[in-house]
Protein backbone atom coordinates (compact mmCIF):
# COMPACT_ATOMS: atom_id res chain seq x y z
CA UNK A 1 0.00 0.00 0.00
CA UNK A 2 1.20 3.53 -0.69
CA UNK A 3 0.61 7.22 0.00
CA UNK A 4 0.27 9.47 -2.74
CA UNK A 5 1.29 13.22 -2.49
CA UNK A 6 0.88 15.34 -5.43
CA UNK A 7 2.78 18.78 -5.32
CA UNK A 8 1.87 21.93 -7.23
CA UNK A 9 0.78 19.42 -10.45
CA UNK A 10 -0.62 21.45 -13.25
CA UNK A 11 -2.49 19.84 -16.43
CA UNK A 12 -1.82 22.31 -19.36
CA UNK A 13 -3.67 21.31 -22.90
CA UNK A 14 -2.15 22.59 -26.05
CA UNK A 15 -4.22 25.51 -25.80
CA UNK A 16 -2.23 26.74 -22.69
CA UNK A 17 -5.53 26.16 -20.74
CA UNK A 18 -4.91 24.70 -17.17
CA UNK A 19 -7.11 21.73 -16.34
CA UNK A 20 -5.35 21.52 -13.41
CA UNK A 21 -3.78 24.17 -11.79
CA UNK A 22 -1.35 24.30 -8.88
CA UNK A 23 -3.07 21.32 -7.30
CA UNK A 24 -1.34 19.54 -3.91
CA UNK A 25 -2.75 17.24 -1.69
CA UNK A 26 -1.73 14.64 0.48
CA UNK A 27 -2.89 11.18 1.05
CA UNK A 28 -2.23 9.13 3.40
CA UNK A 29 -1.44 5.39 3.12
CA UNK A 30 -4.79 3.36 3.74
CA UNK A 31 -6.74 6.61 3.44
CA UNK A 32 -10.16 6.81 1.62
CA UNK A 33 -9.70 10.61 -0.57
CA UNK A 34 -12.79 11.88 -2.41
CA UNK A 35 -12.21 14.22 -5.49
CA UNK A 36 -15.14 16.21 -6.05
CA UNK A 37 -16.61 19.36 -7.66
CA UNK A 38 -18.28 20.44 -10.92
CA UNK A 39 -18.07 19.01 -14.28
CA UNK A 40 -14.88 20.15 -16.05
CA UNK A 41 -13.21 20.98 -12.63
CA UNK A 42 -10.19 18.89 -13.55
CA UNK A 43 -11.18 15.76 -11.23
CA UNK A 44 -10.56 12.99 -13.85
CA UNK A 45 -7.36 14.64 -15.33
CA UNK A 46 -6.08 14.47 -11.70
CA UNK A 47 -6.83 10.96 -11.46
CA UNK A 48 -5.67 9.83 -14.70
CA UNK A 49 -2.45 12.27 -13.99
CA UNK A 50 -2.49 9.48 -10.43
CA UNK A 51 -2.51 6.68 -12.71
CA UNK A 52 -0.39 7.52 -15.46
CA UNK A 53 -3.15 7.66 -18.40
CA UNK A 54 -1.65 11.57 -18.74
CA UNK A 55 0.84 13.62 -18.85
CA UNK A 56 1.92 15.84 -15.92
CA UNK A 57 3.26 19.21 -17.21
CA UNK A 58 4.60 20.45 -14.12
CA UNK A 59 4.91 18.94 -10.48
CA UNK A 60 5.52 16.28 -8.44
CA UNK A 61 3.59 12.87 -8.19
CA UNK A 62 5.03 10.93 -5.21
CA UNK A 63 3.81 7.39 -4.93
CA UNK A 64 4.68 4.88 -2.11
CA UNK A 65 7.55 7.88 -1.50
CA UNK A 66 8.64 7.46 -5.50
CA UNK A 67 8.41 9.86 -8.17
CA UNK A 68 6.45 8.28 -10.63
CA UNK A 69 5.89 11.31 -13.36
CA UNK A 70 8.03 9.32 -15.82
CA UNK A 71 6.97 5.83 -15.03
CA UNK A 72 4.34 3.86 -17.24
CA UNK A 73 0.69 2.68 -15.44
CA UNK A 74 1.91 -0.58 -15.68
CA UNK A 75 4.68 0.44 -13.35
CA UNK A 76 3.06 2.10 -10.55
CA UNK A 77 0.93 -0.78 -9.37
CA UNK A 78 -2.52 1.21 -9.09
CA UNK A 79 -6.15 -0.12 -9.44
CA UNK A 80 -8.38 1.83 -11.62
CA UNK A 81 -12.01 0.90 -11.89
CA UNK A 82 -14.06 2.77 -14.81
CA UNK A 83 -17.27 4.12 -14.91
CA UNK A 84 -18.20 1.88 -17.88
CA UNK A 85 -16.19 -1.44 -16.18
CA UNK A 86 -14.15 -2.24 -18.68
CA UNK A 87 -14.55 -6.01 -18.88
CA UNK A 88 -13.81 -8.48 -21.76
CA UNK A 89 -17.14 -9.59 -22.67
CA UNK A 90 -16.13 -13.20 -23.93
CA UNK A 91 -14.37 -13.68 -20.69
CA UNK A 92 -16.04 -15.20 -18.03
CA UNK A 93 -16.16 -13.18 -14.52
CA UNK A 94 -13.53 -15.65 -12.85
CA UNK A 95 -11.41 -15.04 -16.11
CA UNK A 96 -12.04 -11.08 -15.96
CA UNK A 97 -11.03 -11.44 -12.72
CA UNK A 98 -8.06 -13.50 -13.19
CA UNK A 99 -6.90 -11.35 -16.30
CA UNK A 100 -4.50 -9.03 -14.59
CA UNK A 101 -2.39 -11.83 -13.06
CA UNK A 102 -2.16 -13.75 -16.61
CA UNK A 103 -0.97 -10.65 -17.51
CA UNK A 104 2.05 -11.16 -14.77
CA UNK A 105 4.39 -13.23 -15.56
CA UNK A 106 5.30 -16.32 -12.68
CA UNK A 107 1.91 -16.20 -10.88
CA UNK A 108 0.92 -20.27 -10.53
CA UNK A 109 -2.24 -21.40 -11.50
CA UNK A 110 -3.13 -22.68 -8.37
CA UNK A 111 -2.65 -18.93 -7.00
CA UNK A 112 -4.50 -17.07 -9.24
CA UNK A 113 -7.68 -19.92 -8.84
CA UNK A 114 -6.91 -19.09 -4.85
CA UNK A 115 -6.80 -15.22 -5.86
CA UNK A 116 -10.34 -14.76 -7.62
CA UNK A 117 -11.95 -17.04 -5.67
CA UNK A 118 -10.78 -15.02 -2.02
CA UNK A 119 -11.77 -11.94 -4.53
CA UNK A 120 -15.35 -13.51 -5.71
CA UNK A 121 -16.37 -14.34 -2.20
CA UNK A 122 -15.55 -10.80 -0.53
CA UNK A 123 -17.56 -9.20 -3.23
CA UNK A 124 -20.53 -12.39 -3.35
CA UNK A 125 -19.78 -13.34 -6.85
CA UNK A 126 -18.89 -17.21 -5.98
CA UNK A 127 -22.16 -18.36 -7.74
CA UNK A 128 -21.57 -16.08 -10.89
CA UNK A 129 -17.49 -16.92 -11.80
CA UNK A 130 -18.63 -18.81 -14.88
CA UNK A 131 -21.11 -16.52 -16.38
CA UNK A 132 -20.12 -13.76 -19.01
CA UNK A 133 -20.72 -9.92 -18.20
CA UNK A 134 -23.58 -9.30 -20.46
CA UNK A 135 -25.08 -11.71 -18.71
CA UNK A 136 -24.73 -9.87 -15.25
CA UNK A 137 -26.75 -7.17 -13.81
CA UNK A 138 -25.20 -3.69 -13.31
CA UNK A 139 -24.28 -4.16 -10.03
CA UNK A 140 -22.81 -6.97 -10.45
CA UNK A 141 -20.42 -5.91 -13.42
CA UNK A 142 -19.60 -3.12 -11.17
CA UNK A 143 -18.43 -5.82 -8.77
CA UNK A 144 -16.55 -7.84 -11.18
CA UNK A 145 -14.35 -4.47 -11.89
CA UNK A 146 -13.57 -4.47 -8.39
CA UNK A 147 -12.76 -7.53 -8.39
CA UNK A 148 -10.00 -7.19 -10.61
CA UNK A 149 -9.00 -4.65 -9.21
CA UNK A 150 -8.44 -6.47 -5.79
CA UNK A 151 -6.87 -9.48 -6.92
CA UNK A 152 -3.89 -7.33 -8.46
CA UNK A 153 -3.11 -6.17 -4.70
CA UNK A 154 -2.04 -2.95 -6.00
CA UNK A 155 -0.96 0.05 -3.90
CA UNK A 156 -3.99 1.76 -4.23
CA UNK A 157 -7.63 1.81 -6.04
CA UNK A 158 -8.77 4.52 -8.04
CA UNK A 159 -12.48 5.34 -8.67
CA UNK A 160 -13.71 7.28 -11.71
CA UNK A 161 -16.94 8.30 -11.01
CA UNK A 162 -17.80 4.08 -10.87
CA UNK A 163 -21.76 4.41 -9.67
CA UNK A 164 -23.39 6.76 -12.42
CA UNK A 165 -24.34 4.12 -14.45
CA UNK A 166 -26.77 2.65 -12.09
CA UNK A 167 -30.04 3.35 -10.64
CA UNK A 168 -30.53 4.96 -7.28
CA UNK A 169 -31.16 1.92 -5.26
CA UNK A 170 -28.28 -0.08 -6.77
CA UNK A 171 -26.12 2.72 -6.02
CA UNK A 172 -27.11 2.78 -2.75
CA UNK A 173 -25.87 -0.28 -1.83
CA UNK A 174 -22.86 -0.60 -4.19
CA UNK A 175 -21.75 2.53 -1.85
CA UNK A 176 -21.91 0.60 1.09
CA UNK A 177 -20.12 -2.40 -0.41
CA UNK A 178 -17.34 -0.42 -1.65
CA UNK A 179 -17.10 1.59 1.52
CA UNK A 180 -17.05 -2.01 3.51
CA UNK A 181 -14.26 -3.42 1.05
CA UNK A 182 -12.38 -0.64 1.46
CA UNK A 183 -12.31 -0.69 5.16
CA UNK A 184 -11.47 -4.19 5.08
CA UNK A 185 -8.94 -4.30 2.72
CA UNK A 186 -7.46 -0.62 4.22
CA UNK A 187 -6.09 0.03 0.78
CA UNK A 188 -5.49 3.87 -0.51
CA UNK A 189 -8.58 4.63 -2.19
CA UNK A 190 -8.64 8.12 -4.33
CA UNK A 191 -12.86 8.61 -5.65
CA UNK A 192 -13.92 10.75 -8.17
CA UNK A 193 -17.85 11.68 -8.19
CA UNK A 194 -20.07 14.58 -8.39
CA UNK A 195 -22.45 12.80 -6.22
CA UNK A 196 -23.19 14.89 -3.24
CA UNK A 197 -23.56 11.50 -1.41
CA UNK A 198 -20.90 9.97 -2.20
CA UNK A 199 -18.82 12.83 -1.31
CA UNK A 200 -19.68 13.34 2.34
CA UNK A 201 -20.70 10.05 2.90
CA UNK A 202 -17.33 7.81 1.04
CA UNK A 203 -14.66 9.40 2.06
CA UNK A 204 -12.77 10.04 5.32
CA UNK A 205 -11.59 13.15 3.35
CA UNK A 206 -13.23 15.04 0.33
CA UNK A 207 -11.14 17.38 -1.63
CA UNK A 208 -13.36 20.36 -3.58
CA UNK A 209 -12.06 21.52 -7.15
CA UNK A 210 -13.02 24.66 -9.00
CA UNK A 211 -12.23 25.43 -12.58
CA UNK A 212 -8.53 23.06 -11.89
CA UNK A 213 -8.23 24.77 -8.55
CA UNK A 214 -8.36 23.05 -5.33
CA UNK A 215 -10.50 24.80 -2.69
CA UNK A 216 -10.37 22.84 0.42
CA UNK A 217 -9.55 19.40 1.70
CA UNK A 218 -11.24 18.30 4.60
CA UNK A 219 -13.10 15.79 6.46
CA UNK A 220 -17.11 15.88 5.39
CA UNK A 221 -18.15 17.81 8.39
CA UNK A 222 -15.28 20.08 8.46
CA UNK A 223 -16.23 21.07 4.84
CA UNK A 224 -20.16 20.92 6.01
CA UNK A 225 -19.41 23.19 8.95
CA UNK A 226 -16.60 25.10 8.15
CA UNK A 227 -16.13 25.44 4.40
CA UNK A 228 -13.53 28.26 3.29
CA UNK A 229 -15.28 30.51 0.66
CA UNK A 230 -18.66 30.61 -0.79
CA UNK A 231 -17.86 28.29 -3.41
CA UNK A 232 -17.60 25.22 -1.19
CA UNK A 233 -20.31 26.67 1.50
CA UNK A 234 -22.52 26.74 -1.79
CA UNK A 235 -21.32 23.05 -2.97
CA UNK A 236 -21.57 20.93 -0.29
CA UNK A 237 -24.56 20.58 0.92
CA UNK A 238 -28.59 19.67 -0.70
CA UNK A 239 -30.45 21.75 -0.82
CA UNK A 240 -28.04 24.39 -0.61
CA UNK A 241 -26.87 26.87 1.86
CA UNK A 242 -29.03 29.96 2.07
CA UNK A 243 -27.29 33.32 1.26
CA UNK A 244 -29.04 35.95 2.57
CA UNK A 245 -27.80 39.37 1.64
CA UNK A 246 -27.14 41.81 4.31
CA UNK A 247 -27.17 45.26 5.37
CA UNK A 248 -24.69 46.04 7.82
CA UNK A 249 -24.95 48.66 10.56
CA UNK A 250 -22.54 48.34 13.04
CA UNK A 251 -22.40 44.95 14.62
CA UNK A 252 -26.46 44.70 13.27
CA UNK A 253 -27.27 42.72 10.15
CA UNK A 254 -30.51 43.52 8.93
CA UNK A 255 -31.41 40.12 6.86
CA UNK A 256 -34.17 39.50 4.61
CA UNK A 257 -36.32 37.72 7.56
CA UNK A 258 -34.67 38.11 10.64
CA UNK A 259 -31.73 40.21 11.89
CA UNK A 260 -28.59 39.03 13.36
CA UNK A 261 -25.74 40.13 15.36
CA UNK A 262 -22.32 39.78 15.05
CA UNK A 263 -19.12 40.53 17.06
CA UNK A 264 -17.17 43.36 17.08
CA UNK A 265 -14.57 41.36 15.37
CA UNK A 266 -17.28 39.93 12.34
CA UNK A 267 -18.40 43.53 12.26
CA UNK A 268 -14.53 45.01 11.32
CA UNK A 269 -14.15 42.49 9.06
CA UNK A 270 -17.42 43.12 7.12
CA UNK A 271 -17.71 46.77 7.15
CA UNK A 272 -15.24 47.84 3.72
CA UNK A 273 -17.27 45.01 1.78
CA UNK A 274 -19.47 45.78 -1.08
CA UNK A 275 -21.99 42.76 -0.27
CA UNK A 276 -21.93 40.58 2.82
CA UNK A 277 -24.15 37.55 2.84
CA UNK A 278 -25.22 35.59 6.22
CA UNK A 279 -24.70 31.59 5.16
CA UNK A 280 -27.91 30.03 6.68
CA UNK A 281 -27.87 26.11 6.11
CA UNK A 282 -32.16 25.16 5.41
CA UNK A 283 -31.93 23.57 8.75
CA UNK A 284 -31.26 25.75 11.17
CA UNK A 285 -34.68 27.34 10.58
CA UNK A 286 -37.20 25.76 12.77
CA UNK A 287 -40.97 25.82 12.25
CA UNK A 288 -41.93 27.95 15.18
CA UNK A 289 -45.48 26.26 15.69
CA UNK A 290 -43.29 23.45 17.12
CA UNK A 291 -41.12 25.94 19.28
CA UNK A 292 -41.62 25.96 22.93
CA UNK A 293 -42.68 29.43 22.68
CA UNK A 294 -40.44 29.76 25.81
CA UNK A 295 -37.49 28.63 23.48
CA UNK A 296 -38.31 31.19 20.50
CA UNK A 297 -35.77 33.64 19.97
CA UNK A 298 -38.33 37.09 19.79
CA UNK A 299 -35.66 38.57 17.67
CA UNK A 300 -34.70 35.97 14.94
CA UNK A 301 -38.64 34.80 14.95
CA UNK A 302 -40.53 35.72 11.40
CA UNK A 303 -43.42 35.11 9.45
CA UNK A 304 -42.82 34.77 5.83
CA UNK A 305 -44.66 33.51 2.46
CA UNK A 306 -44.30 30.12 1.37
CA UNK A 307 -43.94 29.94 -2.32
CA UNK A 308 -43.71 26.07 -2.59
CA UNK A 309 -43.07 23.01 -0.31
CA UNK A 310 -41.19 20.16 -1.12
CA UNK A 311 -42.09 16.56 0.82
CA UNK A 312 -38.99 13.92 0.84
CA UNK A 313 -40.74 11.55 2.97
CA UNK A 314 -38.23 12.02 6.07
CA UNK A 315 -37.90 15.97 5.35
CA UNK A 316 -39.76 18.97 3.93
CA UNK A 317 -38.70 21.84 2.69
CA UNK A 318 -40.65 25.54 2.27
CA UNK A 319 -39.24 27.99 -0.37
CA UNK A 320 -39.37 31.50 0.94
CA UNK A 321 -39.01 34.32 -1.56
CA UNK A 322 -37.75 37.73 -0.37
CA UNK A 323 -36.80 40.69 -1.77
CA UNK A 324 -33.93 42.77 -2.35
CA UNK A 325 -32.46 45.95 -3.84
CA UNK A 326 -31.96 45.57 -7.77
CA UNK A 327 -28.41 46.19 -7.12
CA UNK A 328 -28.19 43.02 -4.95
CA UNK A 329 -30.05 41.19 -6.89
CA UNK A 330 -27.78 41.78 -9.91
CA UNK A 331 -24.72 41.65 -7.31
CA UNK A 332 -26.25 37.72 -6.71
CA UNK A 333 -26.90 36.75 -10.11
CA UNK A 334 -23.44 38.05 -11.05
CA UNK A 335 -21.89 35.84 -8.01
CA UNK A 336 -24.01 32.64 -8.91
CA UNK A 337 -22.70 32.94 -12.44
CA UNK A 338 -19.04 33.06 -11.68
CA UNK A 339 -19.25 30.34 -9.33
CA UNK A 340 -22.11 28.18 -11.11
CA UNK A 341 -24.28 27.54 -8.26
CA UNK A 342 -28.07 27.28 -7.92
CA UNK A 343 -27.48 28.88 -4.18
CA UNK A 344 -27.35 32.29 -5.21
CA UNK A 345 -30.86 33.30 -5.11
CA UNK A 346 -33.76 35.51 -3.96
CA UNK A 347 -35.80 32.77 -2.33
CA UNK A 348 -34.32 30.70 0.71
CA UNK A 349 -35.02 27.05 1.67
CA UNK A 350 -35.80 26.17 5.19
CA UNK A 351 -36.54 23.11 6.68
CA UNK A 352 -39.80 22.49 8.31
CA UNK A 353 -39.68 20.11 10.86
CA UNK A 354 -42.00 16.64 10.66
CA UNK A 355 -43.33 17.82 14.17
CA UNK A 356 -44.90 20.58 12.38
CA UNK A 357 -47.06 18.36 9.43
CA UNK A 358 -47.84 15.59 12.34
CA UNK A 359 -49.61 18.67 14.42
CA UNK A 360 -50.96 19.62 10.79
CA UNK A 361 -52.55 16.05 10.21
CA UNK A 362 -54.20 15.98 13.29
CA UNK A 363 -55.46 19.15 13.28
CA UNK A 364 -56.64 18.48 10.46
P1 LIG B 1 -16.76 15.59 -15.54
O1 LIG B 1 -17.37 15.50 -14.17
O2 LIG B 1 -17.67 16.27 -16.52
O3 LIG B 1 -16.17 14.32 -16.03
P2 LIG B 1 -14.11 16.53 -14.73
O4 LIG B 1 -14.08 17.40 -13.53
O5 LIG B 1 -13.74 15.12 -14.56
O6 LIG B 1 -15.54 16.66 -15.41
P3 LIG B 1 -12.00 16.67 -16.66
O7 LIG B 1 -12.48 15.55 -17.52
O8 LIG B 1 -10.86 16.41 -15.78
O9 LIG B 1 -13.20 17.26 -15.80
O10 LIG B 1 -11.68 17.92 -17.60
C1 LIG B 1 -11.19 19.14 -17.09
C2 LIG B 1 -11.14 20.16 -18.18
O11 LIG B 1 -10.14 19.81 -19.14
C3 LIG B 1 -12.42 20.32 -18.96
O12 LIG B 1 -12.64 21.69 -19.20
C4 LIG B 1 -12.17 19.57 -20.25
O13 LIG B 1 -12.91 20.12 -21.31
C5 LIG B 1 -10.69 19.78 -20.44
N1 LIG B 1 -10.05 18.67 -21.19
C6 LIG B 1 -10.09 17.36 -20.86
N2 LIG B 1 -9.37 16.63 -21.77
C7 LIG B 1 -8.87 17.52 -22.68
C8 LIG B 1 -8.05 17.40 -23.85
N3 LIG B 1 -7.58 16.21 -24.26
N4 LIG B 1 -7.74 18.54 -24.53
C9 LIG B 1 -8.18 19.75 -24.12
N5 LIG B 1 -8.96 19.91 -23.02
C10 LIG B 1 -9.30 18.83 -22.32
Redesign the pocket.
Known amino acids: MAAIEMRNIVKE???G?K?VNDVSIDIADGEFMILV??????????LRMIVGLEDITDGDMIIGGNRVNEKAPRDRNLSMVFQNYALYPHLSVFENIAFPLRLKRGVKEEEIKQRVEEAAATLELTEHLQRKPANLSGGQRQRVAMGRAIVRQADAFLFD?PLSNLDAKLRGQMRTEISRMQRRLGTTTVY?T?DQTEAMTLGDRVAV?RK?VLQQVASPRELYEQPVNLFVAGFIGSPPMNFLPAVVEKTRLRLPFFDLDVSAEVAERIAQCDLVLAGVRPEYFEDARVVDASKRDAGTTFRARVDVTEWLGDSQYAYLPFEAPPEVVTQLAELAKELDTEALRTQAVVSIDSMSRMRENADA
Open positions: YGDFAGPSGCGKSTLEVHLG
